[in-house]
């Protein structure tokens, strides 16, 4: 089963009445939608109001990643998104945590976060300097794809650091990244 | 939400106010502007991130390239920001230590870098 098939077939699997799927094409502008759309469901299905940022900027981050990833490997498929409340805790009486899953085409895209990402700025500040004798042409694409890099680096460790629920996986027809929060008693 | 910039001079340094929200789509705008501003000799930059709602790790990578750029000729780039929720994706990234951070525009304009 393929990463997409995956993140669908979550939501037949929780054959919930509260799932929302959001397909996309893989456009930074649809990233703050998908944001939105993220925020609006779990206000809705009870997150507390001071969990709603990280929601918001986690969901950002993951939908980056994979509009990053797509537009290099896939620019033709979508990306997929499920936002659910489910029944973690199997109490059979009511969801308690919303879970986000935003899935991709990419395989192996998983890279590790590097350790300290401030510390590989400033080594990054000092390349560059040293870089300045290099044609400009040259130099401005080392530069770019350093910046890619960081980006993509800074991405996870952002939602390393700030979802404590997040499981981020690859397989040989992609990747997802599944994210949780808990739902407040009713 | 379109991203807001003006730019304006003071004290030897140039402050960059910025508002709305910056993010996979907006950033590439905020790049341009710092890339513009070094390009005409501007290597003391101030970013006032006081009218930022949202902040994401692109956002974060476009800081850290106006930084490189304005250290290659021994300039800083310093931020104002005193909105919690922007700089906890500071803390957790570990750029609170890369980045001096000023209460007040007031306030980065006397620093010393």
Not at chain 1, 74 to 84: A, I, N, Q
Not at chain 2, 24 to 41: C, I, M, S
Not at chain 2, 53 to 76: I, M, Q
Request: with cysteine; charged share 25%; proline share 4%.
């Amino acid at each position: 089963m393929d990463a997409q098939s995956s993140a669908v077939g979550t939501v037949a699997k929780t054959e919930s009445a509260t799932a929302v799927l959001l397909r996309f094409t893989p456009q930074p502008e649809h990233v703050r939608t998908a944001r939105l759309v993220a925020v609006a469901h779990a206000r809705r299905v009870g997150v507390e109001a001071g969990l709603l940022d990280e929601v918001r900027l986690a969901v950002g981050e993951a939908c980056s990643r994979a509009v990053g990833l797509h537009q290099r490997h896939c620019p033709g498929e979508p990306v997929v998104v499920v936002l659910d409340a489910i029944d973690e805790s199997g109490s059979g009486l009511v969801a308690d945590r919303f879970v986000v899953t935003v899935a991709d085409k990419v395989s192996g895209a998983v890279p590790a976060p590097r350790a300290g990402v401030g510390a590989g700025v400033a080594e990054g500040a000092e390349d560059e300097a040293a870089a300045e004798g290099e044609p400009a042409a040259q130099a401005e694409i080392a530069e770019d794809d350093d910046e890619d890099l960081d980006d993509a680096e800074m991405g996870l460790a952002v939602l390393t650091g700030l979802v404590d629920d997040l499981d981020i996986t690859s397989g040989p027809d992609g990747g997802s990244v599944r994210m949780g929060w808990p739902v407040k008693d009713f | 939400m379109d991203l807001k910039l003006e730019t304006r001079d003071e004290n030897g340094r140039t402050i960059v106010k910025v508002g709305g929200e910056i993010d996979v789509y907006t950033a590439p705008k905020l790049r341009e502007q710092l890339v513009e501003l070094v390009g005409a000799g501007k290597y003391h930059l101030i970013v006032d991130m006081e009218d930022v709602d949202f902040l994401d790790s692109t956002g974060l990578g476009v800081l850290v390239g106006g930084l490189k750029r304005v250290r290659a000729h021994d300039g800083s780039l310093r931020l104002v920001c005193t909105q919690e929720r922007i700089l906890k994706i500071f803390r957790i990234t570990g750029l609170t230590k890369v980045f001096p951070i000023s209460d007040s525009v007031e306030q980065a304009v006397t620093a010393v870098d």
